[in-house]
């Protein structure tokens, strides 16, 4: 009896060592597999690191200025106010500024907001703009026929209660004829909340107010300024900066939005 109990435990060890056997031999064959897969990759990865780390002494292809700028809600506002002043120090002239007015138009288009009736060289751009309730519009545009624009810009925080509502308040009261536009430029493409639905679609219907994003609009603009500007500098840093808001801001509501910064 005990012959026949060996004899099977043999069998079965056997059988186990050539599972062990044929598993060692699979496992050689798939790291052969692999190895033969992976070698001209990994040589044409590092062919290709050699040649950007030679290259970049030219061009500096990871170099973001913007990005080492780390801007915060204040600084973007900033970028796109010295961008949208004809005497800024772009030296470009009004062509920004029109280039805004043109593709604003794919949102909304209230006549009397057509870069071809305005005067765009008299424009006044301003920055943390007082009104009488001593609230603060990002950016403020007066041209010369009495008409206003007020650019509320949030990159990341939110807004404060009532913040939009007493802005068109102010609007209405200061530009000609009720002549205004207020634009909520968000960079996660998030809706007003501090202004009544009712009224922001009545103002919508007038072309007085309009929700963009940095994606479907401040892109776009930045790319027209970058494709008419002839200064290489001021290319440089459109570029740059186009590039930051792509790899930074995203086309979505995230309740993990950092704030940068509060308003």
């Not at 200025?65 to 915060?72: E, F």
């Not at 973007?76 to 772009?90: F, Q, T, V």
């Not at 624009?149 to 004829?177: C, F, H, M």
């Amino acid at each position: 009896m005990s012959g026949e109990v060996n004899s099977y435990l043999e069998s079965v060890n056997r059988f186990f060592e050539g599972l062990r056997d044929s598993y060692r031999r699979e496992k050689e064959s798939y790291r052969e597999k692999l190895s033969r897969f992976f070698e001209p990759l990994v040589f044409k990865y590092r062919v290709a690191k050699e040649i950007k780390r030679q290259t970049d002494r030219y061009l500096a292809s990871d170099f973001n200025l913007v990005d080492i700028m780390n801007p915060d809600e204040n600084k973007i506002s900033d970028i796109i106010a010295e961008l949208l002043n004809p005497n800024g120090k772009h030296g470009q002239g009004e062509i920004f500024l029109k280039k805004f007015l043109e593709v604003l138009r794919e949102f909304v288009n209230p006549e009397w907001l057509s870069p071809e009736s305005l005067e765009l060289s008299c424009v006044t751009v301003d920055r943390e703009h007082t009104t009488t309730e001593s609230r603060r519009i990002d950016i403020f545009l007066r041209f010369s026929e009495g008409i206003t624009v007020g650019i509320e810009n949030k990159p990341w925080a939110g807004e404060q209660k009532n913040q939009l509502e007493d802005y068109v308040g102010y609007l209405r009261e200061i530009s000609e004829k009720g002549k205004f536009l207020l634009i909520y430029l968000d960079g996660w493409g998030r809706e007003a909340t501090s202004i009544k639905s009712e009224l922001k679609e009545e103002l919508k219907k007038e072309g007085k107010f309009v929700e963009l994003s940095y994606r479907r609009f401040l892109i776009p603009w930045l790319k027209e300024c970058f494709k008419e500007c002839e200064a290489e500098k001021v290319r440089w840093f459109l570029r740059d900066f186009i590039s930051w808001i792509e790899n930074n801001l995203r086309e979505e509501v995230s309740d993990g939005a950092p704030e940068k910064g509060n308003h």
